[in-house]
């Protein structure tokens, strides 16, 4: 057994919620669900797409299906998708329209960094840095990103929102 290996299997003993902030790229959405589906993660898609969303038929990551029979759109309610993995679905969150959240996170960003509520809502509409509230806040416990956004951006909303370790610092 390889290292991937050992290490999947160690990870299936306790699942973490990751947030994968880029889930609009397919081939995020295509790793969140076969992470899933193989019981490794708890993965948390944040989206934009207006569309309600669904597995793809061969658990292959995500197709957009039509909205809802009562004509809603997703409202950036996190809502587990059907699926086969595990873990009961991946949760899908639209940080553009989850109204509760973005209050939230914003509230907390402006308060520990003395700013003002309208930067940290500014701040806070990016799915980037949504993502490092969750893991600040503990909504999750880690997040991957950076196959659309450059690694210093990754990086800078990490940093402002989660901060450094105890002892850590950057020159």
Not at 17 to 45: C, H, M, Q, T, Y
Not at 115 to 127: F, G, H, M, N, P
């Amino acid at each position: 057994m390889g290292l991937i290996e050992r290490l999947a299997e160690q990870a299936k003993k306790n699942p973490k919620r990751i947030v994968f902030p880029e889930g609009d790229n397919p081939e995020i959405a295509a790793a969140a669900s076969a992470l899933e589906k193989d019981g490794v993660v708890k993965p948390i898609v944040l989206r934009t797409s207006p569309l309600t969303l669904a597995l793809s038929p061969k658990g292959e990551g995500f197709e957009k299906s039509s909205p809802s029979p009562k004509g809603e759109e997703n409202k950036g309610v996190a809502s587990p998708l059907a699926g086969e993995g595990k873990g009961g679905g991946v949760e899908v969150i639209n940080p553009g329209k989850d109204a509760e959240r973005l209050v939230r996170f914003s509230e907390i960003y402006a308060q520990k960094h003395q700013t003002s509520l309208k930067i940290a809502e500014r701040l806070c509409r990016r799915s980037i840095f949504f993502g490092a509230m969750m893991v600040a806040t503990g909504e999750a416990d880690g997040m991957v990103a950076g196959i659309d956004a450059a690694t210093a951006i990754v990086l800078q909303c990490a940093g402002l929102a989660i901060g450094l370790a105890p002892g850590i610092s950057i020159p």
